[in-house]
C-alpha cells in the first residue's frame, strides 16, 4: 500500500511536493488526472490522497466521491478554489479536509505528519473483543493469543481499518496478494474462511466478517 497519492495536473506542483514527502520517507505516487488516480488507488491502495480539484476529465469531486465509495483512506482536498460552496461540497462528498491554494509547505507537511500520527501511528486496532498489536502483527480475540499468518492478519488489519466500508474482492485481493501474484481470487475466500474460524463465536452467521454478495467483505 503507498502512503500517498498526489492528484495534481500540474507537474512542477506535483513533483516538487513529492520530492518533500519522499524526504520524509512516505511512499509517494504522482496522478496527473483523475482517472490515472483511481487506477493508481484500485491497484495499490494509499493511507492518505492529496487531492486537487481543477483535473482535466474526472475532476477531484468524482475522484474524491469514487475514493469513498470502498475505502475510508484520509483524503485531503488541496484546490485554488476558495469559494465555500467548494469546500462544503468537497466535505461533503467525503473529504476529511480542504487546504486553499496556495499553500505553506511546512504547514502543510504539519498537517500531514498529524494525519499519519493520528490515524495511522496506533499500534493497535481494537474493536470489541478483537484486537490486533500491529508492533507485532498478533491477534487477540477476548484477550486470548489467536495463532494467524502473515496475510491473514494484513487481511484482517485491512478489514478493521475500513470499518463498516464494504471493500471489493478485487481491491482487497491485490491490496494484500498484489497484480502480479500467481494466486487466485479464491485464495482470498478461503483466507477470509479462516479467519472468521479464528475470530467469530459462530462462523457459519458472522458478526464481524459481512459478506456482501456480488460485491466484496465489510468489517463491523
Known amino acids: 500500500m503507498l502512503d500517498i497519492i498526489i492528484v495534481e495536473d500540474n507537474h512542477e506542483i506535483g513533483e516538487l511536493l513529492s520530492d ?6 512516505y511512499i509517494v505516487s504522482v496522478a ?6 483511481l487506477e493508481l488507488f484500485e491497484r495499490y491502495g494509499a493511507k492518505l490522497v492529496i487531492l486537487d480539484l481543477m483535473l482535466p476529465g474526472m475532476d477531484g469531486f468524482a475522484v474524491c466521491s469514487k475514493i469513498r465509495e470502498t475505502s475510508n483512506a484520509h483524503i485531503l482536498i ?18 476529511d479536509d480542504y487546504i486553499e491554494k496556495p499553500y505553506d509547505m511546512d504547514i502543510l507537511l504539519a498537517k500531514i505528519h498529524g494525519i499519519f500520527k493520528r490515524k495511522y501511528a496506533q499500534e493497535e486496532l481494537i474493536s470489541g473483543t478483537i484486537r490486533l498489536n500491529t508492533a507485532t502483527q ?5 484477550d486470548q493469543k489467536v495463532d494467524s499468518t502473515a496475510k491473514e492478519f494484513e487481511l484482517l ?19 494484500i496478494w498484489g497484480s502480479d ?6 485464495t482470498l475466500t478461503v483466507h477470509i474462511k ?5 475470530i467469530e463465536k459462530d ?9 456482501e454478495w456480488g460485491t466484496g467483505y465489510r468489517f463491523e
Open 20 to 25: 518533500f514527502l519522499r524526504k520524509e520517507n
Open 32 to 37: 496527473k488526472d483523475g482517472e490515472a488516480a
Open 78 to 95: 488541496v484546490s485554488a478554489r476558495t469559494e465555500k460552496n467548494d469546500k462544503l461540497k468537497g466535505l461533503n462528498l467525503g473529504a
Open 138 to 142: 498478533t491477534i487477540y480475540v477476548a
Open 157 to 175: 488489519k485491512l478489514l478493521m481499518e475500513n470499518k463498516g466500508v464494504t471493500l471489493k474482492k478485487e481491491y482487497l485481493f491485490r491490496t
Open 181 to 186: 501474484s500467481e494466486s487466485e481470487m479464491q
Open 194 to 198: 479462516w479467519l472468521r474460524q479464528k
Open 203 to 211: 462462523p457459519k452467521h458472522p458478526e464481524h466478517i459481512i459478506t
